[in-house]
């Protein structure tokens, strides 16, 4: 669960230090307190988007931290032991940092991590449901991922769409083959003789580098012969050969050094210098035997030369690159001689198929209980939330040619009366209905997850009276069971929290600033009051709200 947020620099938040308690939480306060901006850093600390508009006015950075209870999953643990992050002690504390130009750095223990990291391990640690988490359930796409992930389906489903995208491209290789069989057989010809040439030229990177240096050698033969052999003229075979004197003079300093040993150093330079001159002697003339102008081979190579050079022109390369123009031509050749038979493509194609056919059928028997089950769940909780009768259904509707998806569409239905017929929950649910229905959704898919820590961020809005206060009793019930907090403007959600935040706006040296206060009894009597009465707390809704209170268990 989540313990401590740190919040630094965010917005209109100078510094906030936030214990957290277990069980259900609520956080309340004045539009524009800055209620949602709390959640809006700890987002940031989960890996969401960051924008430098998030720096509070004035400052280089925001920083924030969140220590989390390190939850007992093997998964987690396995993930932590990949990433070298050591939880030790059972606590994760991650870090978030941004600048003013909206760069940001991630920590998990201490250890630099990316946003994609940080997300990750979030999806074991905390779940922020949004504002408008409700209008997206009128999407296909989210109903389908809701029942998917709530039913366990998610890794079952991502293979259906892998093995969905295998039967497509084979069905299309089947249809390519028989639309321009003509057209395949003159691109099979023209890559047979490509690769006929290019297997001829038996190119090979490799030994091309050591022909260019003997290209080079060849080519400057007589100048190199010359050059070498006055070098050896000059220091052993001329008239007063170098290495000769070097090693008279040598001698010469050696013997005066006898009398002023300061010359002994410079005796040991000449001899050294002898002694270099020397062997620089015996390479050169073996350099010398070695080359020779050799006009026959010379020839030979620039023939070889010329030869790789025009090829490359031809396919418009770098002589370097012809080894991988050999391997695209051949692969390509090898997809247009596969394609080439109808008979194998077709059982190709029919092999994927039945790979698709068999996990999407594996689907579709995992989809349908869960379906009837969470239908059940959610008809059931409608009737206490001022929609007696009314009646919720996952349809799965066949798709006949299948899909990426499975062999069906996942539908939500609703019929908010029992006179109506169930109709897709896009077409007939009313603001306050989808506020309902939804809540009611994700309050029971709650219940199933492992997440520790779930946070509403104003989930309610569209609803009251005595709705809200059956949601209240949802949301403290779903915190028996973890870590719930709920940003919330309805003093009957707020009443059945075990426990209250109040945020305000407070100014101090002109500035604007969000601050948070925890709640005690008499507090929270004086806070419910104001949900109830606006700006003037009377008697009487400070009496409504003690008996508000009062209809929550004692927490």
């Known amino acids: ?19 957290f308690a277990n ?32 720096v509070r006015t004035g400052q280089a950075r925001a920083e924030m931290s969140a220590e989390f209870d390190l939850p007992e999953a093997d ?23 941004v600048d003013q130009s909206g760069r940001s750095r991630a920590w998990i223990n201490g250890v630099s991590v990316t946003l994609a990291q940080l997300r990750e391990v979030c999806g074991w640690l905390a779940d922020i449901h949004g504002q408008h988490a409700h209008h997206a359930l009128l999407r296909g796409d989210a109903q389908r991922t809701l029942l998917d992930t709530y039913a366990g389906l998610n890794a079952l489903a991502k293979e259906v769409a892998a093995a969905w995208q295998q039967w497509q491209k084979a069905r299309q290789a089947c249809q390519r083959a028989e639309a321009d069989a003509a057209g395949v057989a003159q691109e099979r010809e023209l890559l047979e003789w490509q690769v006929k040439e290019l297997d001829a030229l038996d190119f090979d990177v490799d030994a091309w580098r050591e022909l260019e240096a003997e290209h080079s050698r060849l080519g400057h033969a007589t100048g190199l012969l010359e050059g070498v052999s006055l070098a050896v003229d000059v220091l052993d075979e001329g008239e007063l050969p170098l290495v000769g004197e070097l090693e008279r003079l040598a001698s010469r300093l050696a013997e005066l050094g006898s009398i002023d040993p300061e010359l002994q150093a410079f005796h040991e330079l ?21 080359v020779e102008a050799d006009p ?7 023939a070889r030369i010329a030869a790789v050079t025009d090829m490359a022109r031809k396919h418009r390369v770098s002589p370097d690159a012809l080894a991988d123009v050999l391997a695209e031509r051949r692969a390509r050749l090898d997809v247009l001689v596969s394609e080439a038979d109808p008979a194998a493509l077709q059982e190709k194609a029919a092999a994927a198929q039945r790979a698709y056919a068999e996990l999407a059928t594996r689907l579709s028997a995992a989809r349908a209980p869960v379906a009837a089950a969470l239908s059940a769940q959610v008809t059931a909780a409608m009737q206490t939330l001022a929609m007696a009768g009314g009646q919720f259904h996952i349809a799965l509707v066949a798709e006949p040619e299948g899909s990426a998806h499975g062999d069906e569409t996942v539908e939500f239905q609703v019929a908010a009366n029992p006179s109506q017929p169930l109709r897709p929950l896009a077409k007939v649910a009313s603001g306050g209905e989808l506020s309902r ?23 309610d809005v569209g609803i009251g009276g005595r709705v809200a206060e059956i ?26 929290a075990n426990w209250q935040w109040s945020i305000a706006k407070t100014q101090r040296d002109g500035e604007t600033l969000s ?18 009465g606006g700006v003037n707390i009377t008697e009487t809704t400070r009496q409504h709200a003690t008996e508000i209170l009062g209809l929550a268990p004692a927490g």
């Open 23 to 54: 069980g259900f939480g609520a956080l309340t306060g004045e539009t524009g307190a800055g209620k949602s901006i709390l959640l809006d850093a700890l987002g940031l600390v989960m890996g969401d988007r960051a924008e430098s508009g998030v």
């Open 437 to 459: 229905i939804g809540l009611a959704i994700q309050v029971i898919t709650s219940r199933a997850a492992a997440t520790p820590t779930m946070i509403f961020d104003e989930v």
């Open 1 to 19: 669960m989540l313990r401590r947020l740190h919040i630094r620099d965010f917005v209109i938040v100078d510094e906030l230090e936030l214990n």
């Open 270 to 290: 000449l001899n050294s210098a002898a002694i270099q001159a020397d062997e620089a002697v015996h390479g050169l003339r073996r350099y010398r035997d070695r």
């Open 515 to 532: 601050t948070v206060t925890v709640l005690d009894d008499a507090a929270r009597i004086d806070e419910i009051a104001r949900m109830l």
């Open 471 to 496: 949601v209240g009793r949802m949301l403290r019930e779903l915190g028996e069971q973890r870590q719930v907090m709920c940003v919330t403007h309805l003093p009957q959600v707020a009443a059945q």
């Open 75 to 97: 998964d987690l643990a396995q993930w932590l032991d990949e990433q070298a992050i050591d939880a030790d002690d059972g606590v994760l504390l991650l870090r978030r940092v």
């Open 296 to 302: 026959d081979r010379l020839a030979e190579v620039e």
